[in-house]
């Protein structure tokens, strides 16, 4: 069985097929630091090639028994800005046109869930489109990497296109879930592990100590899983009852008021809060001002920070949140039991990796391409579904 990749990366995805018996003939990617560790822990010839220009010898690889891709998911991810006319999106259609042209067996392609919803989804339905018309049948599924009994929740979508004549039940996997424990244990001896402790005293670790696990900052909702900011008023401020009041009223007002269809909510009008809080409205809205705490917009009053999913503590017996490019960034994830960020390691762990895979270059290439990574395992649960294709 062989196979081809593009927009290879690290090589998460190729691990998962060359795990499972599959003889790699050739991956293809723009980026010199993906190439450079694919080169270094990946079988197989890796190709440094801008895929919009083309391929020079697609016939090598004409009649391979799988093309995988994980194209750029950064258009469609909800993490993201999500532009419907962001140049990356039209990577997923070029993958149909390309592969069309090497005419595999069976087509994979990877990308976040985000890719189904909304308007977003007219690129996977012309990819779609594009290989029923060239005669393969297909099928789009929805599958949960923590199914697949990894430590990490991360919502993906494969689209297969196989022109083998086939049939098949595709169904998702239901196993239970890993745990971030698990998935770290006997870490601490492995290369690219070097923790970074958050210096004493310092904002982030006055922040950090705030925040246990399971929870995170945010002034965004309330409940037992969100510390606001006015709960740690060594590094923000302290508030009196009153104000605490105030502040708590507002969080739950920019929801009710919110007027955009994405984001979190929007700034309260003037009249409403001043209708909620009676004759102390000015007193009240104008302390927390100075204090920092609320600033007018437009029309309106609104906190002056959210901080919505900043410093992300994990727990070490659920599965992580989705691994990605800033998981290095203590502001953003933090370590179960200490005041840090996670290292390359704990990331490459958690995404699937073994600890065969050294990776090179600047640590920051080295988030960034595992963060960007198809997690091994995922690939190797495809692997297996093209295995029943061709079979
Ligand atoms: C989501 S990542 C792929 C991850 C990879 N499948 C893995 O499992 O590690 C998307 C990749 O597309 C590559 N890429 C983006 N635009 C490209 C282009 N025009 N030609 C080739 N590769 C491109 C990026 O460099 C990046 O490595």
Redesign the pocket.
């Known amino acids: 069985m062989t196979f081809a990749?593009f927009?290879?990366?690290?090589?998460?995805?190729?691990l998962g097929f060359t795990t499972r018996g599959f003889r790699p003939k050739g991956a293809?990617?723009?980026?010199p630091d993906?190439v450079e560790n694919f080169a270094a822990n990946v079988d197989g010839p890796v190709n440094r090639?801008?895929?919009?220009q083309g391929l020079s010898d697609e016939q090598s690889l004409f009649g391979v028994d799988a093309l995988i891709a994980?194209?750029?998911?950064q258009g469609f991810s909800t993490a993201g800005k999500r532009m419907l006319n962001d140049d990356?999106n039209h990577?997923l259609t070029l993958t149909g046109t390309l592969a069309r042209r090497v005419s595999p067996k069976v087509l994979v392609v990877?990308n976040v869930s985000g890719a189904l919803s909304g308007e977003h989804a007219r690129y996977l339905k012309s990819l779609d489109a594009t290989m029923r018309l060239a005669g393969y049948r297909t099928h789009t599924m929805r599958c949960e990497a923590a199914d697949l009994g990894m430590a990490q929740l991360r919502r993906r979508v494969l689209f297969f296109a196989w022109q083998t004549g086939k049939d098949m039940q595709f169904t998702e996997p239901k196993g239970p879930r890993g745990k971030l424990r698990t998935a770290l244990f006997g870490v601490d001896k492995q290369p690219n592990h070097n923790p970074r402790q958050l210096t004493n005293n310092s904002r982030e670790w006055n922040i950090a100590q705030r925040i246990k696990p399971g929870q995170k900052l945010s002034n965004v909702r309330g409940g037992t899983n969100a510390v606001a900011t006015w709960d740690i008023p060594e590094v923000f401020g302290s508030v009196t009852e009153h104000e605490r009041t105030v502040l708590e009223l507002l969080r739950r007002l920019r929801r009710q008021e919110r007027q955009r269809a994405y984001g979190d909510a929007d700034p309260v009008s003037i009249p409403r809060l001043e209708a909620a809080l009676g004759p102390r409205f000015a007193r009240l809205v104008d302390g927390l001002i100075e204090k920092g705490y609320l600033r007018r917009v437009g029309g309106g009053i609104d906190l002056v920070g959210t901080f919505n999913g900043k410093f992300r503590r994990l727990a070490w017996d659920k599965p992580s949140c989705t691994v990605d490019t800033r998981f290095g960034a203590p502001r953003y994830f933090l370590h179960p039991s200490q005041h840090r960020g996670f290292t390359v390691r704990e990331a490459a762990r958690i995404q699937g990796f073994s600890d065969n895979y050294v990776f090179r270059g600047s640590e920051q290439a080295q988030y960034r391409?595992i963060g960007?990574?198809?997690p091994p395992p995922l690939?190797e649960f495809a692997a297996t579904i093209v295995k029943q294709l061709i079979s």
């Open positions: 990749s927009f290879s990366g690290c090589g998460g995805f190729d293809f990617d723009c980026d993906a090639v801008d895929l919009t994980g194209p750029p998911c990356r990577l990877e391409l960007n990574a198809v690939g």
